[in-house]
């Protein structure tokens, strides 16, 4: 299949998201599509996939020019995009949402529905039960879904949003050796977005680059890594350095807690954390790292075992209450959790302002919007629907809704599809709390950042918790083998 964006250009408000782009994707061929957050990548392949439509140019596919009013209009003309947040229904099962824009009307054959799940489900070695509740399911096994959902809808260019997030890196081999082989056996267009160089590099043919909007150039791969950060954002872009903090009094003790879910035990987890400490937390995607996170934040009743807050005794508390004790909880579902689809930046702010009036004082709240936009270099207007935003502004957004003040505060992913520059200022952000007394834990399927930040890392597997005290000689590597289930520091 042939695609070719001309001229398309795409507004919200005064930003201007997409300008005069014009690209061509040929099948047999894996592009990637590059650009820091808010460069336009992801409204561009909502265009591509029939989800936005643009404000001017058009889409051709194979020679016609085509008319994409909606995802299903894109599937019928063969463009299918798995999105960086997933577009499913919580309420029904896995088989349900892989049945949802199947053909078979309002009878469909599920017998053969499951048999056509099943068989992609272990082309790809992904673990997905047909019975189990998508609301139970990470996000990782939500894109793992929805990735075999649109293969299964006879797709022949495959656009992938962030695919490899919460994946394991033998998933994503698996995963990439289907790709190469769609594209160079059955001619399948895949186009990629990722923040991932590394990704970029290993899977696809030739990169894209937008920057603000625009196109700014493209180049084959392979290249150097510095050669696409170049391109991305005019200059080389080094990680961001932790400097050292003296660490303060305790703040989190975690003895003993065992947690029972529908989905795995944690057992007998315990865990010291001082002011000023940052703990990374490393596993596959569903080891108990994230239930482990909930019960430390009161969203996730322990089964047994003490959780003290400076000193207070909190096990079995609501949420509520770890909130009013300076605890922070950041989940990384943006949208879903900790975000309001819907509500401007203003909303957002006017629900977080300390306010004894039974009115919210709006001068107050778009002022101080308007002092979080600048200081988080929040990519948005004080009016701006949260939806409206990219990925990375999203998430320095609801960083910006933070207190100034914590004790302690979680995080799900905090760099999940942020392009380097991004993630570093995110990481400014949090060392600058950490200075402040704040204590961190964080969720991280990034190695290099899990090891680059963390006074000590807490390695689940299986439900099983290791913690490794000295991370200094810690490697990606070794830590992917601790990951992997192999035992000792």
Request: proline share 5%; hydrophobic share 40%; glycine share 10%.
């Amino acid at each position: 299949m042939r695609v070719e964006l001309n001229h398309i250009s795409k507004s919200f408000g005064r930003v201007r998201a997409n300008q005069d782009i014009s690209l061509t994707f040929e099948g047999g061929h894996i592009y990637a599509i590059l650009g820091e957050n808010g460069a336009g990548k992801s409204t561009l392949m909502k265009i591509m996939s029939g989800y936005q439509s643009a404000d001017s140019g058009e889409i051709v596919v194979d020679g016609t020019p085509v008319i994409l009013e909606s995802p299903t209009s894109a599937i019928e003309h063969g463009i299918g995009m798995l999105y960086q947040d997933p577009l499913d229904f919580p309420p029904f099962t896995v088989l349900e949402n892989f049945i949802a824009g199947r053909p078979g009307g309002f009878f469909p054959d599920r017998h053969a529905a499951r048999e056509a799940l099943v068989t992609l489900a272990e082309r790809f070695n992904f673990d997905l039960d047909p019975d189990a509740y998508i609301d139970m399911m990470t996000i990782g096994e939500r894109q793992q879904l929805e990735i075999i959902r649109l293969l299964s809808l006879n797709v022949h260019a495959l656009i992938l949003d962030e695919p490899t997030t919460g994946i394991s890196a033998e998933q994503k081999s698996q995963l990439f050796d289907v790709l190469k082989a769609l594209a160079k056996e059955d001619g399948l267009t895949v186009v990629l977005v990722s923040h991932k160089l590394e990704d970029v590099i290993e899977l696809c043919d030739e990169a894209v680059v937008l920057r603000r909007g625009r196109f700014v150039g493209r180049t084959a791969i392979p290249c150097a890594i510095s050669t696409l950060v170049e391109l991305m954002f005019g200059k080389v872009v080094d990680r961001q350095a932790r400097p050292p903090v003296e660490v303060g009094p305790p703040v989190l003790a975690v003895k003993d807690v065992s947690l029972v879910t529908r989905r795995l035990t944690v057992d007998h987890v315990s865990l010291d954390v001082r002011a000023g400490e940052v703990i990374g937390l490393a596993g596959l995607d569903g080891s108990g790292q994230g239930e482990f996170v909930r019960a430390c934040t009161g969203l996730l009743a322990p089964q047994s075992g003490t959780i003290h807050i400076a000193g207070r005794s909190m096990a079995g508390r609501p949420y509520h209450q770890f909130v009013q004790s300076s605890i922070a909880f950041l989940p990384a579902g943006r949208l879903e959790e900790g975000l309001i689809a819907g509500m401007t930046l203003t909303e957002h702010f006017a629900l977080t302002l300390p306010n004894a009036a039974p009115w919210v004082n709006w001068f107050q709240a778009r002022r101080a919007t308007q002092e979080r936009i600048s200081h988080f270099n929040v990519k948005g207007r004080p009016g701006s629907p949260i939806q409206t935003l990219s990925g990375g502004n999203q998430q320095r957004f609801a960083l910006s809704l933070l207190r100034h003040k914590l004790k302690l505060l979680l995080l799900e992913h905090p760099t999940r599809g942020l392009d380097v520059e991004s993630a570093n200022t995110i990481w400014e952000q949090l060392l600058a709390r950490r200075e402040d007394g704040t204590a961190i834990l964080f969720i991280s399927a990034e190695l290099d950042e899990i090891v680059a930040y963390s006074d000590r890392i807490l390695v689940f597997f299986g439900g099983q918790a290791t913690l490794v005290d000295d991370p200094a000689h810690m490697t990606a590597s070794h830590l992917g083998e601790l990951i992997g289930g192999r035992t000792g520091a």
